[in-house]
């Protein structure tokens, strides 16, 4: 008698023991999504709280949340009640070992040999994360719109910014020094500089625009003229490029325009395959991404959200 | 002459340069996102407004986080009120760390000269860290620097440097290597992490999510920019293994996945370079005398024996070098011995058929 009370005893203090470490942490969640507790209770769930696997999980229309428990993630997204030691026990599945993982990767064929890397071919550290913080509201300043940043191979420079009212404006070009090379009062949004006939030498350059009482941020950009033949030469080696058609062709040099930094001629490339194709989706969505991509979130978002 | 067309092996030139075996770990056999960290929180700022940002600051320095730190460059100095709310948000806390960028890299020395990504106007006086990752636009990011010294003064990378600081380490072990290969756990859901909205317009009480955490800010894509490449890289965490095309992890992920790996201690081993010369230089060695066993004792039929050998060798390299690396994260540069599996054998045949033949050939004949 006193071994199976014993041996009760031991049941239940095991499942209380047990029971107490059945938790789900919460990665991410969007909308209104509570835990109700079996006592009735709500208590809202929040990105990074610890919930008992014990009650319901509510969630209401476009609601997602996203859990881990037993190091299996789950993700719920329908809206509805779900009750959390189903769930819990649902993650419970077996995994493959790495054995296991190993061979079916084998056996569903490996063909390619290895071909490890050294730093050095990495070359340096040109890749960099972040993102550009910005300022949306731009009122009481004169906003630059091109070119951003990035190489110039020469040619006619046409630098762009924003003058609704044709206000005057003074558009000066400085060197690297902060010397200023040209200085021009224009009422107008832009200003064209032939790079050759102003005899700008190769470098780096800051432009900036000035208004009576605002004036723009200082861009750099690189005058960097292009070598031609070698450019030639290295579409050429892109056989997409060479068997292409007009479309393509311009597609792909300005990619690679912008792999090697002549952002503004590969902004030109992007801007004039959305303007002779208005209907094509595709060639409107590349030009939005190169807005974005070189920091121009405004316009892009315009073009994007504009009707065609 | 006969033409011949290489065309198409075109498409694998890019692919197989940028290929690691290694990579299959990580892809393939490591469960992505089962390691879960609740120590760090990712803040996915959308589309960064400086006046936004200024918001969020304040809030989540009201719940109390340990260490910020922002991903995010602010190179611009724009003379306005958001600016300066901006600074004085920075300045009120002591445990924010902006990021900047590497730049002016002398090939010559070996170094930076130079930091830029981040205006003095902001900057000036508080901690920064670099966002840098080793590799390349397009490559796929494997590696870091933990730290650099720029113009005579230690700088660190912002993965490493919110670690140390949440950890209250002030001396990074600089024993380690300068470079580092990141041990991946996951995409962002490896962490906790929340949207700028549920901060700046929700009515909860996030004290849970946020205090005492390592609290990273940055861009995690909007749903509007689903697609956006911007601050997105290629990881070894790609689903295709070569030929990796489409950048599959945005660089606050990776910086994360970096303080996480500084925070556990999970560092990617290497076996000293002279060490894993000697190991390669032993398996070419090892091979060499089996295919020579097999070619000059097995006979006929000796090829596909070796055929064989030659398949189980390299499977066995490959099996080795993941298991070490999964199980004892562990990286061991076996790549000319496998390339040795692969070419020994011609060099066997090469030896036997020129060298040994020619020399019997000319052997004087004994009667």
């Known amino acids: 008698m006193r071994c199976s009370i014993f041996l009760v005893f031991l049941f239940f203090s095991t499942s209380v023991l047990f029971a ?71 993650a419970d599945v ?71 009212d044709n206000n005057e404006c003074t558009f000066r070009l400085l060197d690297a020094k902060r010397n200023v090379v040209l200085e021009e009062k224009v009422n107008r949004d ?28 200082q861009v750099m950009f690189e005058y960097a003229p292009l070598n031609f033949e070698k450019m030639k030469g290295k579409l050429a080696r892109i056989s997409d490029y060479v068997e292409g058609d007009g479309l393509e062709k311009s597609w792909i040099e300005a990619v690679v325009y912008e792999m090697e930094g002549y952002e503004y001629e590969a902004g030109k490339k992007y801007y004039n395959l959305m303007k002779s194709n208005p ?6 969505k590349l030009y939005v991404l190169y807005l974005a991509r070189i920091g121009n979130i405004d316009d892009a978002l315009k073009i994007k959200d504009s009707k065609y | 002459m006969i033409p011949i067309n290489f065309k198409a092996l075109n498409p694998f030139k890019k692919g197989l340069s940028d290929y690691d075996a290694t990579d299959l770990v990580f892809c393939e056999f490591k469960e992505k996102n089962s390691v879960f960290d609740n120590r760090i929180v990712l803040v996915n700022v959308g589309v960064p407004d400086r006046r936004e940002i200024t918001e969020l600051i304040g809030k989540i320095e009201s719940y109390g986080p340990r260490i910020l730190g922002l991903d995010i460059h602010f190179e611009d100095f724009n003379k306005n009120a958001i600016d300066t709310l901006l600074r004085k948000a920075f300045k009120a806390h002591d445990n924010i760390i902006l990021a900047k960028r590497l730049s002016q890299f002398d090939e010559d020395q070996g170094a930076y000269f130079g930091l830029e990504g981040c205006h003095d106007f902001f900057c000036d006086s508080l901690s920064v860290a670099y966002t840098n990752f080793y590799g390349s636009t397009g490559m796929t990011i494997r590696k870091y620097s933990p730290y650099e010294l720029v113009n005579g003064k230690t700088v660190y990378g912002l993965g490493t440097e919110v670690a140390n600081r949440y950890m209250g380490n002030t001396n990074y072990l600089q024993q380690r290597d300068r470079v580092e290969s990141i041990n991946y756990i996951g ?28 609290v990273m800010m940055g861009y995690l894509g909007t749903s509007e920019w689903e697609d956006s490449v911007k601050d997105k890289f290629v990881t070894p965490m790609n689903p295709k293994v070569a030929t990796k095309t489409n950048p599959d992890m945005y660089g606050l992920t990776i910086h994360a996945n970096i303080a996480h790996m500084n925070l556990e201690g999970t560092f990617i081993e290497r076996l000293s370079p002279g060490l894993t010369r000697f190991i390669n230089l032993l398996l070419i060695f090892m091979m060499v005398a089996i295919f020579n066993k097999v070619y000059t004792r097995v006979n006929p039929g000796y090829w596909k024996v070796i055929k064989v050998i ?48 020619k020399q019997s050939f000319f052997k004087p004949k004994s009667s």
């Open chain 1, 20 to 90: 107490q470490g059945e938790f789900f942490q919460v990665i991410s969640c969007k909308g209104n999504v509570s835990h109700q507790l079996d006592s009735g209770e709500r208590v809202e769930v929040v990105p990074g709280s610890k919930i008992e696997a014990k009650g319901k999980l509510i969630l209401s229309d476009r609601c997602m949340i996203k859990l881990i428990s037993k190091d299996r993630p789950q993700k719920l997204q329908s809206a509805g009640e779900y009750d959390l030691s189903e769930l819990y026990y649902a």
């Open chain 1, 94 to 164: 077996n995994t493959m070992s790495f054995t296991g993982k190993f061979w079916k990767y084998l056996m569903n064929g490996l063909n390619n040999t290895d071909d490890q890397r050294s730093i050095k071919k990495y070359g340096n550290q040109s890749a960099s994360g972040g993102i550009k913080g910005y300022n949306k509201s731009s009122e009481g300043k004169v906003k630059l719109t091109s070119p951003i940043y990035g190489k110039i191979s020469g040619g006619n420079l046409n630098f762009m910014w924003r003058n609704k």
């Open chain 1, 190 to 217: 832009n200003f064209e500089v032939d790079l050759e006939k102003a005899e700008i030498v190769k470098g780096k350059y800051y432009w900036d625009v000035s208004q009576e009482n605002e004036k723009s941020n």
């Open chain 1, 279 to 284: 209907k094509h989706l595709l060639f409107r």
């Open chain 2, 187 to 214: 995409d962002k859901d490896a962490f906790i992490n929340i949207d700028k909205e549920q901060i700046l317009n929700g009515t909860s009480d996030l004290s849970e999510t946020f205090k005492d955490k390592l």
């Open chain 2, 310 to 357: 030659q398949l189980l060798i390299f499977a066995l390299l490959f099996l080795i070098v993941s298991f070490v690396l999964y199980f004892f994260d562990l990286k061991l540069e076996l790549g000319v011995g496998i390339l040795g599996a692969v070419l020994s054998w011609d060099a066997v045949k090469w030896y036997n058929n020129l060298y040994i033949k």
